[in-house]
């Protein structure tokens, strides 16, 4: 049987820098905390990164903000697969949000940093802009939608929930929630396409067919 390969130097110290970023902020983060919890000298960290602000970048780098692309690849449909997405929002690990949270601070005093989250915020928005051109091509989002807007109001939305977790601002009904996110993909898929009132409850305030004969 094969060993599994041992994780690198470099490995080690991006999810040490992850954890202790997302518990201590940017500014409040010292190099030595980060090399001590990956059990690893200070030296390691000056061998693989030019600085405290591309180590934070690459911590960035282990938020999955891919799920998000296999939950529209898995769900058949490009407007179906936002729609889990969305659902799925208020759910996100804390210490993603919290990680996100810190660059999105770091970026107004660092301008390395804000070079950096520019360029994989820029790269996130162009690749769901793409996803929504792909769900026109498909059919499962309307053909008049912009597809670099629609992506901008996808991105606004959930650099907002970074905003509430920091806050602690509580989140709303979950049933509630799901309701706005699939009135929300039904206004940006083709009329009649939705399933959403296909699948209503009965007991669902929300069902449009409630209370008909």
């Known amino acids: 049987m094969t060993a599994a390969p041992e994780t690198s130097v470099r490995d080690r ?29 200070t030296g390691a960290i000056y061998a693989n990164f030019r600085n405290k602000a591309e180590l934070l970048f ?10 998000v692309f296999d939950t529209v690849a898995l769900a058949g449909d490009t407007a179906e697969g936002l729609r889990q997405a969305g659902h799925d929002l208020p759910r996100a690990e804390h210490r993603d949000r919290s990680l996100l949270f810190e660059a999105l601070v770091a970026a107004r005093r660092d301008p390395e940093v804000a070079a950096l989250l520019r360029k994989r915020l820029i790269r996130f928005r162009s690749r769901t802009a793409l996803v929504l051109a792909a769900g026109q091509r498909d059919g499962s989002v309307a053909p008049d939608i912009d597809p670099d807007a629609a992506a901008e109001f996808c991105q606004a939305l959930g650099m907002g929930f970074l905003l509430m977790e920091a806050a ?38 929300h069902d449009p067919t409630k209370g008909e004969p």
Request: with cysteine.
């Open 168 to 205: 602690a601002l509580p989140h709303a009904d979950e049933a509630e929630w799901r309701h706005v996110i699939d009135r929300l993909v039904d206004a940006i898929s083709p009329s009649g396409s939705s399933d959403s009132s296909a699948q209503c409850d009965p007991s669902d305030p």
């Open 13 to 41: 110290l991006v999810a040490a820098a992850a954890e202790v970023f997302a518990e201590r902020g940017y500014e409040g983060t010292r190099v030595q905390e980060i090399v001590r919890r990956a059990g690893l000298s």
């Open 58 to 67: 690459a911590a960035i780098g282990t938020v999955p903000v891919n799920s």
